[in-house]
DNA sequence: ACGATTTGACCATT
DNA sequence: AATGGTCAAATCGT
């Protein structure tokens, strides 16, 4: 839809704008902080650091513009059919999520899985209401509810990934509805609306993070609230775009993490055609302990991707269960 | 004190 | 009966 484009091209202005400042900014500090060769060991360490750090923000800006225009393999999907994104695997395939053996389907409304590497994390508030322990897995399954809103039905079941403990299995349930009536109280977000999917990887319960700043952060978010509003995508499972693991930000405490924005009241539901990117930051799903941190991979730039479905899609009532998934390079 | 998380118990579904 | 999902009191963190 033409709204997706628009906002994939929106963001695509802001992360050219950003590799703009970023160059400026390495300009200025060169002349600051003379490198290396700079009398002092300190200040030529120091240049050095920043000099890397630059490198690496600009960087992670090209990965997120790749996959920013990679977007364009988007996959949209009916409601009600469910998705599998896998991100990370550098694009040579994730692995799937099988149903496991005695795992009921629930039959109240949609539902979609989705498998993320873990460190990534969505826009919304989310609030735990219950663990369990599910019969097979290794790992517990966290419940939450969309805690933007008492009204809100969305809700997201978030599993550790038997077959890869480095990924997150999480199940969204139903749409956000708080996104409706009430937006959230204006910040200075960019991108017009944000839905984030997402997964997280540590310990905290996660939090927004400007996108600009999961770009520029390389640091495991290991119960860091962020600062900074986030900003981010359009409607989930929809598409999926791997943020290089520096794109990774540190999350925030449960409670505040996201404050959605408001501008971007106009966050689609699910199924909804108007996000065709998803930007995958640090997400409060695991506010439990026990996650893992991993490094999300990145996206190689080979060409637009595919999205694929396996056969073995499991189909439920209401929820329907992708059992692979995988991403590959059009020849 | 308030709000979020934890965790055991209860309920619903198969 | 078994299992998954939700509730709600207790606990913890701010």
């Not at 839905?195 to 905290?204: D, E, L």
Request: hydrophobic letters at 35%; a negative charge.
């Amino acid at each position: 839809m033409a709204a997706a484009g628009s906002v994939g091209a929106t963001m695509e202005r802001f992360i050219v704008g950003a590799q703009k400042s970023t160059n400026q900014l390495k300009a200025v500090l060169a002349k600051l902080l003379p490198a290396a060769g700079g009398a002092r060991a300190g200040a030529g360490s120091s240049a050095g650091a920043v000099d890397a750090l630059l490198s690496d923000i600009t960087d992670s800006l090209s990965q997120v513009l790749t996959s920013l225009r990679l977007g364009a393999l988007n996959t949209q999907r009916p409601p009600g059919q469910s998705s599998i994104v896998v991100v990370g695997g550098g694009g040579s395939g994730g692995r799937s999520a099988p149903r496991r053996c005695g795992q009921r389907a629930r039959t109240d409304g949609e539902c979609r899985l989705i498998v993320l590497q873990n460190e990534v994390q969505d826009s919304y508030t989310w609030r735990k209401y219950g663990q369990k322990e599910i019969l097979g897995a290794r790992f517990p399954r966290s419940y939450f509810k969309c805690g933007r809103k008492p009204s809100c039905l969305a809700k997201k079941h978030v599993q550790q990934s038997d077959a890869d403990p480095s990924k997150l299995e999480i199940t969204y349930h139903n749409g956000h509805t708080c996104d409706d009536d009430s937006p959230p109280p204006s910040s200075s977000h960019i991108v017009p609306d944000p839905r984030i999917i997402s997964s997280g990887t540590q310990r905290n319960a996660a939090g927004l993070v400007p996108v600009a700043t999961a770009v520029l952060s390389s640091q495991p978010c290991i119960g860091q609230p962020p600062s900074p509003p986030l900003r981010s995508v359009p409607d989930m499972m929809t598409t999926g775009v791997a943020l290089p693991a520096s794109a990774v930000v540190p999350a925030a405490s449960s409670t505040q993490y996201d404050p959605v924005p408001d501008d971007t009241a106009s966050t689609p539901s699910i199924g909804e055609e108007e996000a065709e990117l998803l930007l995958f930051i640090p997400s409060p799903a695991c506010s439990q302990s026990e996650l893992l941190h991993t490094e999300v991979a990145k996206v190689e730039p080979l060409g637009p991707p595919v999205w694929m479905e396996h056969d073995d899609v499991a189909h439920d009532d209401a929820c329907v269960a992708i059992s692979d998934f995988m991403v590959v390079p059009e020849v």
